[in-house]
């Protein structure tokens, strides 16, 4: 089946430095990918959807400047926390989406801790 | 917008007995309902799912039925396994977007 990989799996880092969460998908070609982040205990909240070569689009109250995602290839996305602080911190898990199929593929997520 | 409801939020069993978690949705549109379960620290992985034109799907142990007249759908556990202990989402995909809303999601405790 639909693989996708996402990487790293955990990260720390400190207030105010940048990271970048990397997901690939692995046999197939997503058109689109969607990001969304889980705090403990609870759902999964979309945060954006990118489209190969398009910018992202990004769901109500997430800022896009802070959170930047680029989407270059079909095989590619990528989620930067740019200045990130405590609050930040959380699950984040990606998801791929085949053109024209309802097969939705999630990452294994990436917990981030910044400290 | 959609809104997705699911309950309970903490279901425990008996190893061998049944689980049935129910999710509520409200655009009558939706036309995708998988189920997902989520392991601690893992992604959700795909379980079972079911498209509007269909009332019941069935995948050995696990079974989901929909019903788009009262806007729910149902998934259904049979034999429960402790190895079935997760947290699992139901999720909606609205007609003409692709994006899904998930439920609250239900954590599942099968007792020895």
């Known amino acids: 089946g639909a693989v996708v990989s996402q990487h790293p799996s955990r990260v720390i880092c400190k207030s105010g430095t940048s990271v970048k969460i990397e997901c690939r998908s692995l046999d197939f070609q997503a058109t689109t990918m969607f990001w969304y982040r889980q705090f403990p205990k609870q759902s999964l909240m979309l945060m954006a959807t990118s489209n190969e070569g398009s910018k992202a689009t990004y769901e109500q109250g997430v800022e896009k400047d802070k959170f930047l995602i680029n989407h270059a290839s079909l095989t590619l996305s990528t989620l930067t926390v740019t200045s990130a602080h405590p609050e930040d911190s959380s699950f984040y898990i990606c998801s791929a989406q085949v053109d024209g199929d309802y097969g939705y593929t999630f990452g294994s997520g990436t917990r981030l801790t910044v400290v | 917008g959609e809104n997705v409801e699911q309950h309970p939020s903490t279901l425990s069993v008996q190893e061998g007995d049944s689980a049935v978690i129910k999710c509520t949705y409200s655009d009558s549109a939706s036309n995708y309902f998988p189920w997902y379960k989520q392991e601690l620290g893992k992604g959700p992985q795909l379980i079972i799912d079911?498209?509007?034109?269909?009332g019941e799907k069935k995948d050995q142990r696990i079974a989901v039925t929909l019903n788009k007249t009262a806007k729910h759908f149902s998934l259904h556990i049979t034999e429960t396994q402790p190895e079935d202990s997760a947290v699992y989402f139901c999720?909606?995909?609205?007609?003409?977007?692709?994006?899904?809303?998930f439920g609250t999601g239900t954590q599942l405790k099968v007792e020895l």
């Open positions: 079911i498209r509007s034109n269909v």
């Open positions: 999720a909606v995909l609205t007609g003409g977007g692709n994006k899904l809303t």
